[in-house]
């Protein structure tokens, strides 16, 4: 199956390549401004883990969205001409758009334009690797691209598997690609069912040797594999990218007192997370639900920590998972102890808690850390195996919770 790619190369529907990109966000007032220029921070970041450059970036005052168009048609045109005199990159857009509006900009502008949710689906195309991650990815695209079915819509389901607009997009076409998208995700649910089921097998046997498990959640970026790295001397992929990391990994950790804990590295979470891909990931952030003691990872040295925290702390509701949680603050080595101190103050007040500091990367902390999991292992997890200090037998000491095939 072809992995669908919507930033990669020449766009033959409206004429442009996508490796250059304007990214245009809007503020409703003066006091909304910082808070979208952090938005389109990320947005550049996002843009810059696909491998595109930005050429300009621009915040625009915006009340009231128009429905057609999004922007109202002045800004439209004024951007016309500035996407001229660009040599036509392709537009990034923080704000969702409707269908409607996405298709109406691309007519004016001749150019692809991609919502923040787009741009996203591209990048979990992009890193996808394991059959879950794949099937997961592209029922997401799907479900995304189904209601934008309609004349003139190009891009995007050109490059999706080939079961997109071919020639002239007549409305039967568009009920042809309708039935045929639906078909395709009802096979990708049945293939997704047959991986669960192998996911959940494992997971089994897993908690037959009944071992605590602790997953690291955090926003993307936050230093989770660092940190699983770390404390597991393992070489699971970190990198100075957003979701570098797409399917969970598990580790055994040995704690100080003999105890072990299960440690799942996970998919990092984000502002505005495309619901598609929240439902297509459900299996997998199940580790996440399924874990007796989240860990949660901030980046204490990231402007944003504490609205990052808040996102977190949000998804996890919004998962259900009310685990017992241990707060972390991480790259610590980044700060002053004053920083320091303010960081944990501020992120603790959100949580709730007081929280851990570490740096993965000078490796300090790390005994605090160890002892805390140690102790809610106890508190939490009493009748297992594991929960015996020393005991002789143990599984196999690395459990890859990747999908087989
Ligand atoms: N200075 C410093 N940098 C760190 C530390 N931990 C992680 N980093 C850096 O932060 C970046 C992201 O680290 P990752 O461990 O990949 O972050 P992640 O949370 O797994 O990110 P995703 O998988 O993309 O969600 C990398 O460039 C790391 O080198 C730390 O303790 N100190
Ligand atoms: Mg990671």
Redesign the pocket.
């Known amino acids: 199956m072809p992995q669908s790619d919507a930033l990669s190369g020449a766009d033959p529907g409206v004429g442009a390549t996508l490796d250059r990109v304007i990214v245009v966000g809007t503020a409703d007032s003066r006091a909304d401004r910082e808070r979208r220029e952090i938005e389109l921070d990320e947005l550049e970041e996002l843009a810059r883990t696909l491998r595109t450059t930005v050429v300009e970036r621009t915040l625009i005052t915006l009340r009231e969205p128009h429905p057609a168009t999004f922007f109202r048609s002045g800004v439209v045109e004024t951007l016309r001409s500035r996407i001229a005199a660009l040599d036509r990159p392709a537009v990034l857009s923080n704000d969702p758009l409707t269908p409607r509006q996405q298709r109406n900009l691309q007519e004016a502008w001749g150019v692809p334009v991609l919502d923040r949710t787009e741009v996203i689906l591209a990048i979990f195309a992009r890193r996808a690797t394991t059959a879950e991650g794949r099937v997961q990815v592209e029922m997401a695209q799907l479900e995304h691209v189904l209601p934008r079915l309609a004349g003139g819509w190009s891009h995007l389901e050109r490059q999706r598997g080939g079961v997109g607009l071919r020639g002239g997009p007549g409305e039967k076409q568009i009920e042809v690609d309708r039935r045929l998208i639906r078909h395709r995700l009802k096979r990708l649910r049945q293939r997704l069912d047959v991986i669960e089921r192998q996911r959940r097998t494992r997971r089994t046997a897993r908690t037959d040797v009944p071992l605590a498990s602790c997953a ?1 959640v ?12 770390t404390l597991t001397r393992s070489e ?11 399917d969970p990994t598990s580790r055994r950790l040995d704690l100080p007192s003999g105890r072990r804990v299960i440690i799942t ?1 996970t ?2 979470f984000i502002q505005g997370l495309p619901t598609e891909l929240v439902e297509a990931f459900a299996a997998t952030l199940e580790e996440v639900r399924q874990a007796h003691i989240l860990c949660i ?1 901030v ?1 204490g ?1 990231h402007p944003d920590a504490e609205l990052q925290l808040e996102t977190v702390l949000d998804t996890l509701a919004a998962m259900d998972c009310d685990q017992p949680s241990v707060l972390v603050v ?5 700060l002053s102890p004053s920083q320091l101190r303010q960081v944990r103050l501020r992120l603790g007040d959100i949580a709730g808690t007081s929280p851990l500091a ?5 490796a300090t902390g790390l005994r605090e850390l160890r002892q805390t999991l140690d102790s809610m292992t106890a508190r939490l997890v009493p009748d297992t195996r594991a929960n015996r200090p020393l005991i002789a037998a143990q599984p196999a000491d690395v459990t890859q919770t990747r999908a087989a095939g």
């Not at 955090?218 to 790295?229: E, F, I, P, Q, V």
């Not at 991480?330 to 980044?334: H, I, L, T, V």
């Not at 570490?358 to 000078?362: D, F, I, P, T």
């Open positions: 690291l955090g926003y993307t970026n936050a230093g989770k594999s660092t940190l699983l790295n699971v992929l970190a990198d100075d990218l957003l979701f570098a990391t797409l590295d998919v990092g990872i980046d040295s991480s790259k610590c080595d980044r570490v740096s993965a990367l000078r």
